[in-house]
């Protein structure tokens, strides 16, 4: 009955999930102490936006927030390919922050207005922190891209050279697209992406970067198709709670 809407939750919880457990791999290895700070937090906040989603679907007849979280298989993830990879350089990670997290805050601000009720509270109480999270990426973005030197403009642009069409995968187009937008819920995963181009566009323009052309999108992460990335990280990821699921810390 509510396969469409637990598809769209899955989808925004899993890249939450993934997302934060990949920022929080900078504690201790940030450039600066403050990117540190900065990336912990973001991190913090991802894990508490994928356990808001999971109790929603809990809601709706899915599993404990915790067993959804820790005891699916790569196979089972609806998680993009962008958030899977590892944190490789700063650049990668900077660039991958800010391609995903302007996404997120447009996806949300859509779900502001979503005729799921739930999505739509849960939309307006996040907005601040994912307004200060796209704060910080188009920051970096543009001080790293027309501010520094010419090897961190070049930098840069390889990094998003090599991970836009990894960001295209956000967009990967549901089953239950029509539904969605037919019942209010969500305005499309089409819709999305030109308001997301719109954005990112002006700021990479202040940032003297290019947008790649003709990329192709990295599809599949939505229907269990992952990179080799994903699995062992799931496998860190779930290692305490696989131990004693039941166990009270």
């Keep these: 009955m509510n ?3 637990k598809d769209l939750l899955y989808r925004m919880a899993d890249d939450s999930l993934v997302i934060g457990h990949r920022n929080s791999e900078w504690t201790g290895l940030g450039p600066l102490l403050e990117e540190d700070i900065a990336f912990s937090s973001i991190a913090q906040d991802k894990i508490g936006h994928s356990l808001a989603l999971f109790q929603i679907l809990h809601t709706l007849g899915e599993s404990e927030p915790d067993t959804a979280a820790f005891m699916r298989n790569a196979e089972q993830m609806h998680c993009c390919h962008l958030v899977e990879l590892p944190i490789g350089g700063y650049d990668f990670s900077l660039i991958r922050h800010f391609l995903f997290d302007t996404a997120e805050m447009i996806r949300y ?8 009720l739930p999505l739509s509270l849960l939309a307006k ?5 994912i307004k200060y999270h796209v704060f910080h990426a188009n920051t970096w973005v543009t001080q790293l891209g027309a501010q520094g030197n010419d090897e961190s403009h070049s930098k840069m642009q390889a990094a998003l050279d090599f991970a836009f069409p990894l960001a295209l995968g956000m967009f990967e187009p549901s089953k239950f697209e029509q539904e969605l937008i037919d019942e209010g819920v969500f305005a499309g995963e089409q819709e999305l992406q030109r308001l997301w181009m719109e954005s990112i566009t002006a700021t990479l323009a202040k940032a003297t970067l290019s947008i790649p052309e003709n990329c192709t999108p990295s599809y599949g992460g939505r229907y269990g198709s992952h990179t080799e990335h994903l699995q062992p990280l799931l496998d860190e990821m779930s290692e305490v709670f ?3 699921p039941v166990a009270e810390w």
């Design 3 to 5: 396969n469409h809407i």
């Design 109 to 116: 601000q859509l779900l502001e207005k979503s005729s799921f």
């Design 125 to 129: 109480k996040v907005r601040g922190e």
């Design 242 to 244: 696989a131990t004693d």
